[in-house]
């Protein structure tokens, strides 16, 4: 039989280490992650664009992960300051998926209330809130409840551009509502039972 | 012609109109053929997968078996981000056979199923570079844009990951050169083609995208650019709109507009630009437009005009230096005295 990723890691090690973290993460991860063959090179870091706001470099990340630092990890803000450009993914020697792990990293931070700043996180799931209400994203509310809630000062600011994409016929004051909406609930709720941990 | 199964997303209907109704101009001239999925979802942008893994790979997968049911094979996206959001669910789900059946069961829900690897997931710009190609396109031209010096901004989510390998490089990408050289566009060196716009992050860490908008918007500055463009709704979003709050941020005062690289395609096959969405861009591409000869549509400045005469809140330009006088904004400096 074919050794699992952690078990060819494991192989190499003439100690004990605990791994199960960077497995837990790996396992969540769409696709085959590839996480535990970070050779900590250190290229993914060098080639973010906005590695210069995040508290650790997707490197240094990967190794708190094998070190299995828990709440250093999920309070982390460099999953929220990931802006998915897959610059690293392309440039990784290993070929880690390293954007579909962030999302990981996001979704187990969510799950475990552990984050420092609430604003990411409830734009996602108020994102997510209005998709399973109507089927379609709806910027004009989410836009609205997010600033309201997370930065008043800064709609005012950005009222004046807000009137003019509904003038230009750009924002839709309305959702639009699929007719599949039963369908779709049924798709979801149906998922929301389901993990991908271990197989 | 040939025919596509058609996945707009919900930007297309919104802030992206322009994109809408300059492809569905071009799109029959250049014998493109659209069957827009019957009641398709949102593909869950960036936001679904960063907080539940099945049921984001679900909401993508809907669309997957709606479009398979059609019995076509090709589905044509022009959004970047959704274009990647399906092709990777496509790709992982076969990948990892276990995501597969897990979304195949939630799938079931709903009667529906969807076999990993049924579809081609392609871009816009992928089927007009390899399906219709330059030469159709430059037969089609009637009004090549010469004498518009264009940036050519590809983004980030269609040359990469590119785990189908149907890009030409993940990072410095051509074919959207290719295609605005083919209109006789003059494509200015532009060192930000395939770098980020931000996304999300306008909305949620102002201060990651600002610094990423002023990097785009002065590089195409200093190519001597007249205009950029784009293949992807977030990123003529976020250099558009959100212009004015990062020359705030900042204290600069540029007034780099950028369009749908349909548009141009548009205004090169012919098409008046009050048919393919121009006017609707909060930078103005009046300066830009007036280089090859052709004016904004009417509807558009007036409107321009009445909403200074409402005397909407315009941000300060904090630059302490003296004022150029191309700048229209008010000066934070003039305001203290
Ligand atoms: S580029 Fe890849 S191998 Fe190198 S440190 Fe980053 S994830 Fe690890
Ligand atoms: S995908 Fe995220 S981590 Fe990778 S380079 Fe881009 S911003 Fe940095």
């Known amino acids: 039989m074919s050794k699992t990723p952690v078990e060819h890691v494991h192989a190499r090690l003439d100690h004990d280490e605990d791994l199960s973290l960077l497995h837990e993460v790996s396992m969540k991860t769409a696709g085959v992650s590839r996480l535990e ?3 900590q090179c250190g290229s993914c870091g060098g080639s973010c664009p ?39 993914v392309v440039r990784c020697p290993q070929n880690v998926h390293i954007t579909d792990v962030m999302y990981s990293l996001k979704s187990m931070a969510i799950q475990e209330k552990k984050y420092r700043d609430s604003s990411a996180p409830d734009f996602s799931e108020t994102f997510v809130e209005m998709v399973e209400k109507y089927g379609r994203s709806y910027e004009f509310g989410l836009a609205t409840r997010h600033y309201l809630k997370h930065s008043p000062l800064r709609m005012i600011r950005t009222a004046a551009m807000g009137l003019g994409m509904l003038k230009k016929g750009r924002l839709n004051m309305k959702p639009t509502t699929i007719k599949g909406m039963e369908q779709l609930t049924a798709i979801l709720n149906k998922a929301k039972e389901m993990e991908l941990a271990h197989e | 012609m040939s025919d596509y199964i058609f996945y707009p997303g919900c930007a297309m209907e919104s802030n992206a109109k322009a994109y809408y109704d300059s492809l569905m101009e071009i799109a029959q001239p250049l014998g493109i053929n659209l069957q827009e999925i019957d009641d398709w979802n949102c593909c869950g942008a960036t936001e679904y997968v ?5 049921p984001a790979y679900s909401l993508i997968a809907r669309n997957l078996a709606l479009a398979a049911k059609t019995g076509q094979k090709t589905v044509l996206s022009p959004c970047s981000a959704c274009y990647l959001n399906l092709a ?3 790709y992982y789900m076969a990948e990892r056979p276990a995501l597969g059946e897990k979304v195949n069961e939630a799938l079931a829900a709903g009667n529906l199923q969807y076999t990993p690897g049924s579809l081609d997931i392609r871009h816009l710009l992928d089927v007009l570079i390899n399906d219709i190609g330059l030469d159709t396109l430059k037969a089609k031209v009637v009004r090549p844009l010469k004498g518009l010096r264009v940036a ?7 040359p990469r990951p590119d785990y189908n390998k149907r890009w030409s490089d993940p990072e410095h990408p051509t074919e959207l050169i290719d295609v605005l050289k083919a209109i006789g566009a003059e494509v200015v060196a532009f060192p930000g ?51 004015g709050e990062t020359n705030s941020h900042y204290g600069t005062d540029y007034e780099m507009p950028i369009v749908f690289f349909s548009q141009l395609v548009g205004l090169a096959l012919g098409f008046p630009p ?3 969405g121009f ?40 630059r302490k230096t003296a004022k150029t006088p191309e700048c229209k904004r008010p000066c934070a400096e003039e305001a203290k005295a």
């Open chain 1, 37 to 39: 063959m970070c050779i």
């Open chain 1, 50 to 88: 906005s590695e210069m706001d995040m508290d650790h470099t997707p490197r240094t990340l990967f190794a708190m992960l094998r070190a299995g630092m828990r709440e250093e990890v999920l309070l982390s803000n460099t999953p929220w300051i990931c802006v998915s450009c897959y610059h690293c």
């Open chain 2, 50 to 54: 960063g907080i539940n893994l099945i």
């Open chain 2, 88 to 90: 990777k669910a496509d």
């Open chain 2, 152 to 158: 050519p901004y590809t983004g980030c989510m269609v």
């Open chain 2, 193 to 243: 083609g395939a770098t980020c716009c931000g996304g999300h992050m306008t909305q949620i860490g102002p201060d990651t995208a600002y610094e990423l908008i002023r990097r785009l918007i002065s590089s195409a500055e200093k190519s001597k650019a007249d205009i950029m463009v784009t293949v992807c709704p977030m990123c003529q979003l976020n250099v558009d709109a959100y212009q």
């Open chain 2, 274 to 276: 009050e048919k393919l």
């Open chain 2, 279 to 318: 006017g609707s861009e909060i930078t103005s591409t009046e300066k830009a437009l007036s280089r090859i000869g052709m004016d904004i549509p009417e509807a558009a400045i007036t409107e321009g005009k009445q909403r200074q005469q409402e005397g909407l809140p315009m941000p300060l330009c904090m």
